[in-house]
């Protein structure tokens, strides 16, 4: 076994060096022998946050990064390489636009995906590749596509930020599913708001619970994302019938304010489905404000979403948990104690459900998932008894904002955090067995 795992690297090796040598830069063997890298992107131009991530994960020199469009990923051989027209971030972050003839295999793939993109006849014919290589794209957006595109590859092997189809956190229905077989069976408490799953159905009568305990709730569609959706229901308020799943979660009164504006926590949380030591919250902590003054029951004035913001013509109101003012450093010392509390509860519950299913799964697990979640997070009575509510987890987090200090935290977050690990888990892909799942 040994050997053959010795040969396979060497045709690998071989198969890059070769591939590497059409590019129209120069390498040396050093830089042939660090891992590629690459980006997708899945717009026919450079969004600024992929080139932004890529810029961020080259910084160390660890690696050779790529920018490519999905087109370019090829799957017809037994790895999964990039060919033709793509970027590649050069020496002192400058991008540079290359051709690559031969396939050129790759040991990891990023997806970010900003804006969605629709597909047109021009993807035909890759959409005919792909499910040739048993890849479902029927009747689903690009960026379902890429995430399976993505979880092909971790069967081979590759290192990607793919969801899968059973350990995913998303939606949020789910998620709140496996919340409580974790607890349930545990004993664990992952505090959070009053949260219900309700079908269309089921919305009246779950409404009719949080009234008659004289309880504000909020309604989210559980495949919303960037704020899209949310609605507040009072006591005694009507509400149209929705016609899809939504989760409807207890509006916390007290929460954190900031120069009078609502606010809660966005932070970070790792997954290396291959070694749970690995996983866990990332360094970067930060404050986010709602749009208008506090008002509780309001919408604007209640949600923090920066997205939210956005579409109302607003700047992201976005910084460092440590530069925020009005929060004393008891307040920062008790929120960061109860953010690491949170984050191992988190970790221990997505690899216990992971667990259960692997236990009752016939295919075999797939490797080689390295997974950032952004995590939202609200504080209550900050003045008196500091209680942190987990709400929700994003799967495609927003990364950055236009905020310098925030940018450059997530910057360092890529390049000494999740990079390390990412190159870790490459570097024990090996011992997989390669299999098209």
Not at 73 to 84: R, W
Request: with cysteine.
């Amino acid at each position: 076994m040994a050997g053959h795992t010795a040969s396979r690297q060497s045709d690998y090796r071989t198969a890059r060096m070769d591939a590497l040598g059409d590019c129209q830069t120069s390498h040396t063997l050093s830089r042939v022998l660090k891992p590629t890298i690459v980006v997708i992107e899945i717009l026919d131009h450079l969004h600024p946050t992929s080139i932004r991530v890529a810029r961020a994960l080259a910084r160390p020199e660890s690696a050779n990064l790529f920018l490519c469009h999905w087109h370019r990923l090829d799957f017809s051989g037994d790895k999964v390489a990039i060919q033709g027209t793509v970027h590649q971030v050069i020496s002192g972050g400058m991008v540079h636009r290359s051709s690559i003839t031969n396939p050129l295999p790759v040991d990891a793939l990023f997806f970010y995906g900003p804006d969605s993109a629709e597909l047109t006849e021009r993807d035909t014919p890759k959409l005919e590749r792909l499910a040739a290589a048993d890849i479902a794209v029927s009747g689903v957006p690009i960026y379902i596509i890429v995430d399976r595109m993505m979880l092909k590859a971790s069967g081979r092997g590759v290192v990607t930020n793919a969801l899968g189809s059973g350990r995913s956190w998303g939606p949020k229905h789910a998620q709140e599913l496996k919340l409580r077989r974790y607890e349930s069976a545990t004993g664990e408490v992952i505090v959070r708001p009053k949260t219900y799953i309700a079908r269309p159905h089921e919305l009246r009568s779950v409404l009719a619970r949080f009234s008659a305990r004289g309880e504000t709730c909020i309604v989210k569609p559980a495949f919303g994302e960037g704020g899209r959706g949310l609605s507040i229901v009072r006591r005694g308020d009507s509400f149209p019938q929705s016609n899809c799943t939504v989760v409807v979660q207890q509006l916390i009164a007290d929460p954190l304010l900031v120069d009078g504006h609502k606010a809660d926590i966005r932070f970070y949380l790792l997954i290396d489905v291959d070694d749970q030591r690995s996983s866990g919250r990332l360094q970067p902590v930060f404050v986010r404000r709602a749009a208008e003054p506090y008002r509780a029951q309001s919408l604007c004035a209640e949600i923090t979403n920066t997205s939210y913001r956005v579409r109302r013509g607003l700047p992201p109101d976005i910084r460092p948990l440590a530069l925020t003012p009005g929060i004393s450093r008891e307040l920062h010392t008790e929120i960061v104690s109860q953010l690491d509390s949170l984050a191992n509860l988190l970790v221990k519950a997505y690899f216990w459900n992971a667990a259960q299913k692997l236990a009752n799964d016939a295919w075999p697990s797939v490797p080689n998932r390295l997974m950032l979640f952004g995590i939202d997070v609200l504080v209550a009575a900050p003045s008196t008894v500091p209680q942190l509510y987990f709400l929700e987890t994003n799967p495609f987090p927003a990364l950055f904002r236009g905020s310098l200090e925030c940018d450059q935290a997530v910057d360092e977050m890529l390049s000494r955090e999740y990079l390390p690990v990412l190159i870790r888990s490459r570097s024990a892909a090996a011992a997989y067995p390669r299999y098209d799942n």
